[in-house]
């Protein structure tokens, strides 16, 4: 796992190769082993290595044929074993060991349609110097990060915005389009980033930039298409089915020349990772869990239960209030949008455990939820759904008593007021957006908090009708369940789960994540699995559960979900140094405009006041923080950015005698 | 009365844009008051007022706007007042120790 950078002059001249120090000085954390670059006319590529696969052999910038291939690469191609195999039968010679060659020569034998045969996660840039062309590629559900912009004639893109931001000729400025996005469904619907004039490649995209024309294509889409089964037998076939592909894409996953571990989350999709690694790789696993000090959160005992079970090394960092405010600037720093959760904090400090563990990769459980039938949106969805079509049944509603029992504040809810909130009309039940409207609508409210200007700014702009361009063609055909698992995985994994709870806090400290779930060929089985496979009536991840007793603890693997989540805005006022109330101070708030400053005061005041506080108001409080940090450390703190110092002066022997 | 909840409302919900609310305003028409406020609500009254608010009076024709909950407590309060009188008239043996 790497960090990725580069610049290519799209009307001649020649790339200016300090300015690409620069670009991967701001990024090297994500690849403290090594650094490498290339420059030549107009294309400039930049590397930072965090070296796991071919210690020895894979450094970067890498070219093949002569140096007309040239490659910067960030990922991992899990597959590349049985790749290159296939490459040296047609005939390819290889130098390395190193999945990084196989990519480029695969791009040599397939072009630009090698992605579709790639089983991993990637961001990457070809320079393909004969056609004096650029090919840039990221992974089918968005593990990787990849960003870009255009500026004065120049093409720009990197592993983070940071890097980009480092040139002081890309304007730095929040995108209010971006932040209405955030405050409505926690992420920026790509190519949109929090910034101003800086895209994002969506998952699933390649991008060709040949003679100044820049072209995006989307190679592989999730496309749900359930088969029909009948009976008993057809679910024990694909439960076992399903354990066969999770067990290969583990094993595939724990390729690589350093130690690998797996966290524990208590629940069952990271246990039955953890219990394939264990099965496959053995004693050499070790496991890494959050625990808190707020035992609304703690999920401890079912972690100790798994690593007993499992018999693993475990180690856990504990988390109290204190060290999620005390971290949380730098947090933002590397998630580069505004959270309207806490949750990426412990996460932050649990990647930092593992690497002073002396770990560089990690196995996690994510993905299960969203293609499984994990998440309570879908079980909401399905009582929604079954209360619409008798809407004035008395009984029917009362389902809705079963949702979000880990949320005291909504279960202490009387049916009245729950029918309120999860409300159903005709209209939106035949409508696109049916499964996510209450939870879209609650998010919304956040932006109360918006100043008069903000929302000035946005009056003509509606984040929910901007998503019906980016649906697929046969989304309209799809049932509200499918519809939903659709929205999870392709907006909010890939923007949230995967990026500021993922690779951003993993990749802060040198950590690399390794998915099975997001296993290409796990995620078409579940796009054909059934919907009452996935969630039986209302028994969430069915299929799954079965495939995988006997392989877990039983508490755990019949355990009801509990989704990771970690205290939000009560943590803000433990902190230290006065960071929090300086930045969310009227005055500071005036002065950046973006959010309402008495509105804002009020808040703080009722945290403060200890009265009890709604989901809403700990959206709100996080998402003002978290963007007034974003302005606060890139914005105010572009200075700082641009002073980093030029990685050229690190630049190892390798590249330079190589350049 | 009123102005107790008027302010708690624009203080706890509205966060100060004490303009926007109407004594009859719906609270779930407009959006004032999200899925998990109306038990901030609940509690306030109760410690303010000294009632207790049972689960089947969580409904939106008790709380659903600042004159209904005025409207409701009022009435819970008179309640309490009759349930004290009542008290005078019981035989001594029969009331709580």
């Known amino acids: 796992m790497c960090g990725i950078a580069g610049s290519l002059q799209l009307h001649g001249g020649t790339v200016d190769r300090e300015q690409l120090q620069y670009m991967i000085g701001a990024i090297r954390y994500r690849g403290p082993d090594d650094v490498g670059i290339y420059s030549h006319g107009p294309i400039g590529l930049a590397h930072a290595r965090l070296s796991i696969i071919d210690l020895a052999g894979g450094h970067q910038p890498m070219s093949i044929a002569q140096d007309s291939l040239w490659i910067t690469f960030?990922?991992?191609?899990?597959?590349?074993?049985?790749?290159?195999?296939?490459?040296?039968?047609?005939?390819?010679?290889?130098?390395?060991?190193?999945?990084?060659?196989?990519?480029?020569?695969?791009?040599?034998?397939?072009?630009?349609?090698?992605?579709?045969?790639?089983?991993?996660?990637?961001?990457?840039?070809?320079?393909?110097?004969?056609?004096?062309?650029?090919?840039?590629?990221?992974?089918?559900?968005?593990?990787?990060?990849?960003?870009?912009?255009?500026?004065?004639?120049?093409?720009?893109?990197?592993?983070?915005?940071?890097?980009?931001?480092?040139?002081?000729?890309?304007?730095?400025?929040?995108?209010?389009?971006?932040?209405?996005?955030?405050?409505?469904?926690?992420?920026?619907?790509?190519?949109?980033?929090?910034?101003?004039?800086?895209?994002?490649?969506?998952?699933?995209?390649?991008?060709?930039?040949?003679?100044?024309?820049?072209?995006?294509?989307?190679?592989?889409?999730?496309?749900?298409?359930?088969?029909?089964?009948?009976?008993?037998?057809?679910?024990?076939?694909?439960?076992?089915?399903?354990?066969?592909?999770?067990?290969?894409?583990?094993?595939?996953?724990?390729?690589?020349?350093?130690?690998?571990?797996?966290?524990?989350?208590?629940?069952?999709?990271?246990?039955?990772?953890?219990?394939?690694a264990r099965r496959n790789a053995g004693e050499r696993i070790r496991t890494f869990s959050v625990a808190f000090e707020a035992s609304d959160f703690d999920e401890s005992r079912f972690q100790h239960e798994a690593s007993s079970f499992l018999r693993t090394s475990h180690h856990d960092v504990r988390c109290r209030h204190e060290d999620i405010v005390r971290v949380f600037s730098e947090v933002i720093w590397h998630t580069e949008q505004p959270i309207l959760r806490s949750a990426p904090a412990p996460l932050y400090l649990l990647a930092k455990l593992v690497r002073d563990s002396g770990f560089k990769v990690v196995l996690t459980g994510e993905g299960a939820d969203e293609l499984f039938g994990g998440y309570d949106i879908?079980?909401?969805?399905?009582?929604?759904?079954?209360?619409?079509?008798?809407?004035?049944?008395?009984?029917?509603?009362?389902?809705?008593?079963?949702?979000?029992?880990?949320?005291?504040?909504?279960?202490?809810?009387?049916?009245?007021?729950?029918?309120?909130?999860?409300?159903?009309?005709?209209?939106?039940?035949?409508?696109?957006?049916?499964?996510?409207?209450?939870?879209?609508?609650?998010?919304?409210?956040?932006?109360q908090f918006f100043s008069v200007s903000t929302r000035a700014e946005l009056a003509t702009t509606d984040a929910v009708s901007s998503l019906l361009h980016d649906l697929p063609t046969s989304y309209a055909r799809w049932s509200p369940f499918l519809k939903a698992e659709f929205?999870?995985?392709?907006?909010?994994?890939?923007?949230?789960?995967?990026?500021?709870?993922?690779?951003?806090?993993?990749?802060?400290?040198?950590?690399?994540?390794?998915?099975?779930?997001?296993?290409?060929?796990?995620?078409?089985?579940?796009?054909?699995?059934?919907?009452?496979?996935?969630?039986?009536?209302?028994?969430?991840?069915?299929?799954?559960?079965?495939?995988?007793?006997?392989?877990?603890?039983?508490?755990?693997?019949?355990?009801?979900?509990?989704?990771?989540?970690?205290?939000?805005?009560?943590?803000?006022?433990?902190?230290?140094?006065?960071?929090?109330?300086?930045?969310?101070?009227?005055a500071r708030i005036k002065q950046d405009g973006v959010f309402d400053p008495q509105a804002t005061e009020a808040l703080v005041k009722k945290f403060r006041s200890g009265r009890e506080t709604s989901v809403k108001d700990n959206m709100a409080l996080t998402g003002i923080l978290s963007t007034t940090l974003l302005l606060e450390r890139f914005m105010r703190g572009r200075g700082a950015l641009n002073g980093l110092p030029p990685m050229g002066n690190q630049l190892s022997s390798q590249s330079a005698s190589r350049l | 009365m009123l102005q107790t909840i008027r302010k708690f409302v624009i203080d706890n919900y509205l966060f100060g844009e004490e303009g926007k609310l109407g004594n009859e305003d719906s609270f779930m028409e407009t959006g004032i008051i999200d899925s998990t406020g109306i038990l901030e609500l609940v509690r306030f009254l109760e410690s303010t007022y000294g009632i207790k608010v049972e689960d089947e009076e969580l409904i939106p024709d008790n709380l659903d706007s600042v004159s209904k909950i005025v409207s409701f407590i009022q009435a819970k309060q008179s309640a309490l007042t009759r349930e004290d009188d009542n008290i005078l008239f019981q035989p001594l043996e029969k009331l709580p120790t």
């Not at chain 1, 047609?90 to 397939?110: A, M």
């Not at chain 1, 998915?515 to 060929?521: A, G, K, S, W």
């Not at chain 1, 796990?522 to 969630?535: E, I, Q, T």
């Open chain 1, 487 to 586: 929205l999870e995985s392709r907006y909010l994994l890939p923007g949230y789960i995967l990026s500021s709870q993922g690779d951003r806090v993993a990749m802060a400290h040198a950590v690399e994540g390794r998915y099975p779930f997001l296993d290409h060929r796990v995620v078409a089985f579940a796009a054909r699995l059934p919907a009452d496979l996935k969630m039986k009536v209302l028994d969430q991840k069915y299929l799954l559960k079965r495939a995988v007793k006997g392989l877990i603890p039983e508490s755990i693997r019949i355990r009801p979900k509990q989704p990771y989540r970690a205290p939000d805005g009560i943590s803000f006022f433990y902190e230290r140094d006065g960071y929090v109330q300086d930045l969310l101070s009227p």
């Open chain 1, 74 to 276: 960030n990922g991992e191609i899990f597959n590349y074993v049985e790749l290159r195999d296939e490459l040296i039968l047609k005939g390819h010679r290889f130098t390395s060991n190193s999945d990084t060659e196989v990519l480029l020569h695969l791009y040599q034998e397939e072009g630009e349609r090698c992605v579709e045969r790639l089983n991993g996660q990637w961001a990457f840039a070809i320079w393909d110097a004969p056609r004096r062309k650029l090919f840039l590629s990221r992974d089918r559900v968005g593990v990787r990060p990849l960003y870009y912009t255009h500026t004065q004639g120049e093409f720009l893109f990197a592993s983070e915005i940071k890097a980009l931001l480092a040139c002081p000729k890309v304007a730095c400025a929040i995108d209010l389009k971006g932040l209405d996005q955030i405050f409505t469904f926690w992420v920026t619907v790509p190519p949109r980033t929090a910034f101003v004039g800086i895209s994002q490649l969506p998952p699933g995209h390649s991008m060709v930039i040949e003679e100044g024309r820049v072209t995006t294509t989307p190679y592989w889409t999730l496309d749900l298409a359930p088969a029909a089964t009948n009976g008993r037998t057809t679910a024990d076939r694909l439960a076992e089915e399903l354990l066969t592909l999770l067990e290969d894409a583990t094993r595939i996953r724990l390729r690589a020349d350093v130690p690998v571990g797996a966290y524990l989350s208590g629940g069952i999709d990271s246990t039955v990772i953890a219990a394939l």
């Open chain 1, 378 to 447: 879908f079980k909401e969805t399905k009582i929604r759904q079954f209360w619409g079509r008798r809407p004035d049944s008395s009984w029917r509603p009362l389902l809705l008593k079963r949702l979000y029992p880990y949320l005291p504040g909504l279960q202490r809810q009387s049916l009245e007021y729950l029918k309120h909130f999860f409300h159903v009309t005709q209209q939106e039940l035949n409508g696109p957006f049916f499964s996510h409207l209450p939870r879209w609508e609650l998010t919304g409210k956040t932006k």
